[in-house]
């Protein structure tokens, strides 16, 4: 072997899996990202249970300057958990039969509509006083998009609800409590893909 492909080969092997996010900006530790990313590829060809889409969806990396750019691996996330989560419907419809997939996913949305169905202000449980958590007005709009595309067939995509932000306020609504009903909704989306 030449040195020149010593040192192309080396180069392959270095190179970073995603881009670097700027020198100014934090990213994604690299090999939080890379052993997460592993793992679940891993359980994936294996066909091993440990990992589903819920579990992509939860992935969380500590930020580091040098680190990789946020959007590119949250964009390779959403790719993975859409993978676990056909494989999950093939496996359920496989073993229990369309119908009952589709009864789950029917159970789930009517679940979250119920829930969001609460008066607007009042959706979700508060923060204490000196507490902060999501803004109530920007939970509720969302709110009201999850419930046209549930109850009116509105156009709703699983990414959209993934890249939902809110801003903090005192006494905003429980972020575990909205973030848990996001995972419900996300859920739900990618069930009747």
Same mark, same amino acid.
């Not at 958990?81 to 419907?89: D, H, K, V």
């Not at 009864?103 to 508060?126: C, K, S």
């Given at each position: ?13 270095? &190179? !970073?899996?995603? !881009?670097?996010?700027? /020198?100014?900006? @934090? ?7 890379? *052993? ?17 889409? &819920? ?44 119908? &009952?997939? %589709? ?7 009517? %679940?979250?509509?119920? #829930?969001?169905? /609460? !008066?607007?202000? #009042? ?12 803004? %109530?007005?920007?939970?509720? #709009?969302?709110? @009201? ?14 990414e959209q609800v993934r ?16 973030? &848990?009903?996001?995972?419900? *909704? ?8």
């Amino acid at each position: 072997m030449t040195d020149s492909a010593r040192s192309d080969g080396a180069a392959r092997a270095a &190179a !970073p899996s995603f !881009p670097v996010a700027s /020198r100014r900006e @934090k990213g994604y530790q690299r090999a939080a990202v890379d *052993t997460f990313l592993g793992r679940a590829r891993r359980a994936f060809e294996e066909e091993a249970e440990g990992i589903g889409s &819920a579990d992509i969806r939860a992935a969380s990396f500590p930020l580091v300057r040098g680190g990789y750019d946020i959007a590119a691996v949250d964009a390779a996330l959403a790719r993975v958990e859409e993978a676990f989560a056909q494989r999950e419907r093939a496996v359920v419809v496989a073993a229990d039969g369309a119908s &009952a997939w %589709v009864g789950r996913a029917r159970t789930e949305a009517q %679940v979250i509509l119920d #829930h969001l169905n /609460r !008066p607007a202000g #009042h959706r979700f449980a508060r923060t204490g006083l000196l507490t902060f958590g999501y803004r %109530v007005d920007e939970v509720d #709009h969302v709110a @009201k998009r999850i419930v046209r595309f549930l109850r009116d067939g509105d156009a709703l995509t699983a990414e959209q609800v993934r890249q939902t932000a809110f801003r903090m306020q005192r006494r905003g609504y429980r972020e575990e409590q909205v973030d &848990a009903l996001l995972d419900a *909704t996300i859920d739900v989306l990618l069930a009747i893909r």
